[in-house]
């Protein structure tokens, strides 16, 4: 597609419930990353795939949040058993190797929303 | 690791004039990039800008230039001639090169142009 694009644009569930948000990159970009911004706050890093292994997962807060890139594209951010705490916009990004040219190029970003 | 520092929490200026936005940063690493991006009350993140660590001179994008003092860790984003559209939060972010770290980002600056 032309940009990143992101589904679902919002989420809502409960505490307690899992969620999968899904990032679909710009064709050809081999590196994703996954970020989540807090009201407030600027995107912190959580998740990097070079093709389709993590090559940086240090960002994941616990053993809740998991991401994959089964094909090397679409990737899927999982978050089990939600806490309100998880409630940001969760905004996934694409590069191209050299990225001083564009940047990441980010999606709109998932507003999840835990009550 | 790398740290970004944004001090202005927000920003006021008139329509024309010419802003400063300040970033400071730090890193022991001597290839590293600087970044500015746009995120507009719709949330999406705009990339603007780049400075690498071993260029010569300051990047300029149209009515975007970086204000880049290599000794004193800083690379400030100069916007000339305010527009009302230019009204966002803006992200100041460092990528270490050599570690193919991702994208971290300061706190952010609000600027709002003033008619």
């Known amino acids: 597609g032309a940009g990143v694009s992101q589904t679902p644009s919002n989420k809502v569930t409960e505490k307690g419930k899992y969620v999968e948000l899904r990032c679909d990159p710009i064709?050809?970009?081999?590196?994703l990353y996954w970020y989540r911004q807090s009201l407030g706050q600027g995107p912190e890093f959580l998740i990097y795939f070079q093709g389709t292994g993590a090559a940086d997962d240090s960002g994941l807060p616990n053993d809740r949040f998991f991401a994959v890139r089964p094909e090397g594209s679409v990737s899927t951010l999982k978050i089990q058993r939600t806490e309100r705490g998880d409630s940001a916009v969760y905004l996934c990004a694409s590069s191209f190797y050299r990225v001083r040219d564009y940047g990441y190029t980010f999606g709109s970003g998932t507003r999840l929303t835990v009550v | 690791a790398q740290k970004i520092t944004q001090t202005q929490p927000g920003m006021f200026v008139q329509e024309k004039e010419a802003v400063t936005l300040d970033c400071t940063y730090d890193t022991s690493d001597p290839s590293y990039g600087l970044f500015w991006y746009k995120q507009p009350s719709s949330g999406e993140m705009i990339f603007l800008i780049y400075?690498?660590?071993?260029?010569?001179q300051n990047a300029t994008e149209g009515r975007y230039s970086l204000n880049f003092q290599k000794a004193r860790k800083s690379a400030n984003l100069v916007i000339s001639a305010s527009q009302l559209g230019d009204s966002a939060m803006y992200f100041c972010?460092?990528?270490?090169?050599?570690?193919?770290?991702?994208?971290?980002f300061g706190k952010g600056t609000r600027l709002s142009v003033i008619a």
């Open positions: 400075q690498g660590s071993y260029d010569q």
């Open positions: 972010a460092m990528i270490i090169h050599s570690g193919n770290t991702p994208l971290v």
């Open positions: 064709s050809g970009h081999t590196a």
